[in-house]
């Protein structure tokens, strides 16, 4: 047995946990009080059975190497070697990372390929051109130079290569490094970057990882990375973190696009200015940044662009619970370099006059729209009520209701209007009648179950309670289900394989060997619909019972809806085309379905 999994098995996770924050038994599982984010009312769920532990409000989730790793702020390592010698287990080094040796010397050609760049570009007189560009065109000082380690790939094919042969590496090994590509003919190499400025992307423990570069005359690709290795994964590497951790704990982070943003930044004396590096905001990156923040303000570039991936950015945040705030870049200006260099104290004023996420969105749309153009004043409006519609809070939703009103010049009673039938999904029309039916409407005499109420779908409930149930209820209830009752693909997935793993099955459910039927991706769902707290269901087979029916009942009257919603369609284009035989027989079947509404 290997280490991990010994380890795996000697130390529960309800132990585990329980050594850090006060856990108590719900149903299957156990509840306590997330110790990472603050709350009041327990999210945090334990599974004895599955030995994982999900947080429903901040959305950590994984096994005990993932909780302690959180919780004490390691890596894996340094978590791997405190559990096992928690529970007794010898480990040998290359246990737990076989590929060490090979991580080293990636490593070591990184580091040496970071020091050639630099003094091609500082002291060689192949860099004079690239030199008074960083420091003339970019004006960046010395220092700068110094501190970020900036350098120069001379536009040759094979410079770096014969360097660092001359160290003892070998071409495959730059390859590996991802700083070599294969040539044309067998057997021959090539530098990856060449004729370029060099940045190199320098982890927390000041190790260069990989490099990010510039082409010096413009041409395409204008920028370049090095490809994922074995030490550099682009989705959950931070651009400046080692030099911007300590400020982001005082002063909360800004995230900006470009290393050229953050560069100028820094040597401008803001110093807690981080970014990514060639990729949009990942929810990896946020989560490494939680460790430091829950702060961050953004400041990407005022295109059209950078308003998109500031969109993305803002909900990605929101998701993780960040504080949000936007600086906006001045009108005139691209970027928050271009600024920096024109007005360094109307940069830094710009992060003291940070405004709140949804600010931004209106400001936004205002300055790319003429909002006294009706056109215009149409399109602000459509991008507002699709962002808005998402807002939860019914206080601030009436506060930007009145401060859209405001601003682009329309009624208040037009912007709740569009804000609240955009809100909630499609609608279905009975071309007859004209009564319209929301497609996420519950009827009347069927109260939402409380559970259901904060939770998503009744599709993700009511397989949440079949993973609970008696296996004779489960049994029937999925006998009564179908495909068509299910619209993500995951669910469906998961209802296909729980129906022919239940029915006709004699003896009891075992999560353990169902989860193992499905990929990674389906089996974080099924682990999260089995940590769902059901408390208010009690969890006794009664109750159990009684829920199951109050969410059947909701998911076949969605299902039907959803039926409608396409009849509905087929009957619009039925009277266009004037099929009076095949509009006589949607409609009868409009009207059956209806009935089952009532």
């Known amino acids: 047995m290997d280490p991990i999994s010994e380890i795996k098995q000697k130390l529960d996770i309800v132990d585990l946990v329980g050594g850090y924050v006060e856990i108590k038994k719900s149903g299957h599982n156990y509840k306590g009080i997330c110790p990472f984010h603050g709350e009041k009312t327990p999210s945090l769920m334990v599974s004895p059975e599955l030995q994982i532990f999900k947080c429903f409000g901040c959305g950590e989730a994984g096994d005990i190497f993932a909780f302690y790793r959180k919780i004490e702020g390691v890596e894996f390592g340094p978590a791997l070697e405190a559990l096992a010698d928690r529970v007794g287990v010898k480990l040998e080094k290359k246990a737990y990372d076989p590929e060490s040796s090979v991580k080293k010397m990636l490593f070591e050609i990184n580091s040496l390929a970071s020091q050639y760049f630099n003094y091609i570009l500082t002291k060689h007189k192949v860099g004079t051109k690239a030199l008074d560009y960083v420091k003339n065109t970019r004006r960046l000082t010395d220092e700068t130079i110094q501190n970020f380690s900036i350098g120069y790939s001379p536009d040759v094919f094979d410079g770096l290569l014969k360097f660092l042969q001359t160290k003892k590496f070998t071409p495959e090994q730059v390859v590996l490094a991802g700083l070599a590509t294969t040539g044309k003919r067998p057997n021959t190499y090539i530098d990856k970057f060449r004729g370029r400025i060099m940045f190199p992307l320098t982890g927390i423990d000041k190790k260069v990882i990989g490099f990010t570069s510039r082409s010096l005359d413009g041409s395409e690709p204008k920028y370049l990375n090095s490809p994922e290795t074995l030490i550099f994964h682009k989705s959950s590497f931070i651009f400046g973190l080692d030099k911007a951790k300590v400020a982001i704990k005082h002063d909360g982070a800004i995230f900006v696009e470009g290393q050229m943003d953050l560069i100028a930044a820094h040597q401008a004396g803001i110093s807690n200015v981080v970014a990514s590096s060639g990729t949009s905001l990942s929810t990896i990156q946020l989560k490494i940044l939680e460790r430091y923040t829950k702060d961050i303000t953004f400041a990407f570039d005022s295109d059209l662009a950078g308003v998109r991936a500031m969109h993305r950015a803002i909900e990605l945040a929101e998701q993780q619970g960040f504080n949000i705030k936007v600086a906006m870049i001045p009108s005139g200006f691209k970027d928050l370099d271009e600024l920096i260099q024109a007005d360094p104290k109307k940069a830094k004023s710009i992060f003291r006059e940070s405004i709140p996420a949804y600010d931004f969105f209106l400001v936004s749309a205002l300055r790319r729209n003429n909002k006294n153009d009706p056109i215009g004043k149409r399109k602000i409006m459509d991008e507002l009520t699709e962002i808005f519609r998402k807002m939860a809070d019914p206080v601030l939703r009436d506060h930007y209701v009145k401060k859209i009103s405001q601003e682009v010049g329309v009624s208040e009673a037009v912007v709740a209007d569009l804000i609240k039938n955009t809100k909630g999904g499609e ?172």
């Open 427 to 598: 609608k279905i029309y009975d071309t007859k009648s004209q009564v319209v039916f929301s497609s996420r409407a519950v009827p009347s005499e069927v109260k939402t179950p409380p559970s259901l109420s904060v939770r998503r779908m009744p599709e993700e409930y009511i397989l949440a309670l079949i993973l609970r149930a008696p296996l004779d209820t489960a049994q029937s209830v999925l006998y009564k289900l179908g495909q068509k009752d299910f619209t993500d693909p995951s669910l469906l997935q998961l209802f296909t394989e729980l129906k022919r793993y239940l029915l006709g099955r004699k003896r009891k459910f075992e999560i353990q060997h169902f989860i193992k039927r499905f990929a990674n991706d389906v089996q974080d769902k099924l682990n999260e619909l089995y940590l769902w707290d059901l408390q208010e269901t009690g969890e006794d087979e009664e109750n159990l019972i009684k829920e199951l029916e109050k969410v059947f009942y909701l998911l076949k009257k969605s299902t039907a809806k959803r039926e409608m919603l396409e009849i509905s369609q087929r009957i619009k284009q039925a009277e266009l085309a004037g099929e009076k035989d095949l509009l006589s027989q949607l409609s009868r079947e409009f009207k059956e379905l209806s009935e089952k509404l009532l």
